[in-house]
């Protein structure tokens, strides 16, 4: 009996016992992520292009461009951080020693679940309604609460354009910033991509031209 | 007659030398500390303990222990260094150990209510990571060999009482290793109270 009751606690308390962990604390900054290429000398490149847009990839539109009033943004401050660090932008129809390369990433995912409310009272019998089910078992309508969960990167990268030998060369990236997470209205969004990019610059200090 | 005061000195000595109990199965908190965790190093309260021993010697058994604790800790946002770059984030981390030994123990008798024990502890012990960070989640799992010295004691609540306290302490390693976590074994100091039922 000693044991029953032990083991039943056991089973309880094992099954219960991994723990949610709360996650509220979280920041929803993006998660900023900056890779680079060891082998590359930043101070061996001088001049850079900016792409004319920012590519975007959903998987609930067919659009190709950030609108613009996002992207021109997001352009100009990665401008501004490279010209702060020595480096001068040039026309994308000259040769560059970097090309900048820009892309949003947008996922959707919904998330339903389904359950049932309790017992309905009683049971039918003949002569006895249910609301407007009459003679028949109740119907349990479903319930179906929906989640949307948005996730967003922006992915920037500077290209090596200055040591390609020849057309069709495969391009170096000498560096690679990554930020992502929990997408949210369009100001938020932007706000986080550009706080985002000031970050990866300051956890960048190798890029430098001088 | 010379014989019947030796026999019943036989029987009283062989009384004496009958083992507290046949056997015992215990419930305990269980409390840890890890120690030497780049993970974690924030005290579990989460955890619970089963043990099961049964006696093979007067002052010896052998047994079974199960047990899990969870570890959460929160990180601030803060960049961290990593191979040809960095990473800025804030983070939870979460470890979620399974520990699974088979135990002996001896016990000193202190007067017929505390029975104060050492005991090892070898078997194996299962590890669940994980990291949230923003809207992401990395886990890993994985199983390690386990070694547990300890030391403690039962109090029996009345002599004749089938029913007592367990206080326990014990030092626990786990071989369990994630590079990605920066795990290289798993280290912690344990401290467990509960009721044993003795048979």
């Known amino acids: 009996m000693k044991k029953a009751f032990f083991f039943i606690l056991t089973v309880m308390l094992f099954t219960g016992c991994f723990k949610e962990v709360n996650t509220d604390q979280l920041s929803s900054d993006f998660v900023v992520l900056t890779n680079f290429d060891s082998a590359a000398n930043f101070k061996d490149y001088k001049t850079f292009v900016l792409p004319p847009y920012v590519g975007l990839i959903s998987n609930t539109s067919s659009d190709s461009i950030l609108d613009p009033q996002y992207g021109d943004t997001i352009l100009g401050l990665i401008k501004s951080n490279l010209q702060a660090r020595g480096y001068t932008e040039i026309p994308n129809d000259h040769q560059a020693d970097l090309g900048v390369s820009v892309i949003a990433l947008k996922e959707v995912t919904i998330y339903t679940t389904g359950w049932y409310p309790g017992s309905w009272w009683g049971y039918p019998g003949g002569g006895w309604c249910y609301w407007y089910y009459c003679g028949w078992y109740p119907w349990y309508p479903p319930y179906y609460p929906t989640y949307v969960a948005q996730t967003g990167s922006l992915i920037v990268e500077l290209v090596d354009l200055k040591n390609i030998t020849k057309p069709g060369d495969k391009l170096d990236v000498i560096w690679t910033n990554w930020n992502g997470g929990a997408l949210g209205s369009s100001n938020t969004n932007l706000q986080n991509a550009l706080n985002s990019i000031n970050q990866a610059f300051v956890q960048s200090p190798y890029i430098s031209a001088q | ?199």
């Not at chain 2, 409390?31 to 010896?60: C, W």
């Not at chain 2, 800790?73 to 800025?88: M, N």
């Not at chain 2, 786990?174 to 795990?183: G, L, Q, R, V």
Request: proline content about 4%; hydrophobic content about 40%.
């Open chain 2, 1 to 199: 007659m010379i014989t019947i005061p030796m026999v019943l000195g036989v029987n009283a000595q062989k009384n004496h030398d009958a083992a507290f109990t046949d056997e015992m199965i215990g419930f305990s908190w269980d409390v840890n500390i890890p120690i030497s965790n780049n993970f974690t190093n924030k005290t579990s309260l989460d955890g619970f303990q089963m043990d099961y021993r049964k006696m093979i010697k007067q002052d010896l058994s052998v047994g079974v222990e199960l047990n899990w604790s969870g570890y959460d800790q929160y990180y601030p946002r803060k960049t961290y260094q990593i191979p040809s770059g960095a990473i800025t984030t804030d983070f939870y981390s979460y470890l979620y150990t399974l520990p699974i030994a088979i135990t002996v123990h001896h016990y000193f008798h202190a007067g017929s209510r505390l029975f104060p024990y050492a005991g090892l502890g070898l078997g194996a012990t299962y590890a669940d990571m994980k990291l949230y960070y923003n809207t992401y989640v990395s886990s890993e799992y994985n199983w390690g060999f386990l070694v547990r010295p300890e030391l403690g004691a039962i109090f029996k609540f009345s002599e004749n009482s089938g029913w007592g306290l367990l206080l326990g302490a014990r030092f626990n390693y786990s071989t369990n290793k994630e590079s990605s976590f920066n795990i290289d074994g798993l280290k912690s100091v344990g401290f467990q109270l509960g009721i044993v039922a003795m048979k």
